[in-house]
Nanobody, 125 residues
Framework: QLQLVESGGGLVQPGESLRLSCTAS????????VGWFRQVPGKEREAVACIGTSGWTNGPLHARFTISRDNAMNTVHLQMNNLKPEDSGVYYC?????????????????????WGQGTQVIVSS
């Protein structure tokens, strides 16, 4: 059964860092495009960053964020540094896009087939 699970969210103070992880079962993430998205209260879900199988990345939304793969762990990370209160929200990972090529990625969420349940990030003093 295909499943994506996000982890690493939590409550942090402004200026601190978090590393989110997206781990898959039933799917080899090194063979598919993976994206991170977030839904901030009061706004529509937006793309944060994505990564193709070549390692090519789109985004990130902010220079404070970095997306990377750990193929040995079948995981994709989103490193977020110098977090701000406006970064608070639910962060989702998505995998396996409808694009013909997996080398590159797209921030368009409608292209992604599989989604996790999300992990909450709260940045507050």
């Amino acid at each position: 059964q295909l499943q994506l699970v996000e982890s690493g969210g939590g409550l942090v103070q402004p200026g601190e860092s978090l590393r989110l992880s997206c781990t898959a079962s039933g799917l080899s993430l090194d063979k598919v495009v993976v994206g991170w998205f977030r839904q901030v209260p009061g706004k529509e879900r937006e793309a944060v960053a994505c990564i193709g199988t070549s390692g090519w990345t789109n985004g990130p939304l902010h220079a404070r964020f970095t997306i990377s793969r750990d193929n040995a762990m079948n995981t994709v990370h989103l490193q977020m540094n110098n977090l701000k209160p406006e970064d608070s929200g639910v962060y989702y990972c998505a995998a396996d896009s409808l694009l013909a090529s997996t080398l590159y990625c797209s921030p368009q969420e409608t292209l992604y087939k599989n989604w996790g349940q999300g992990t909450q990030v709260i940045v507050s003093s």
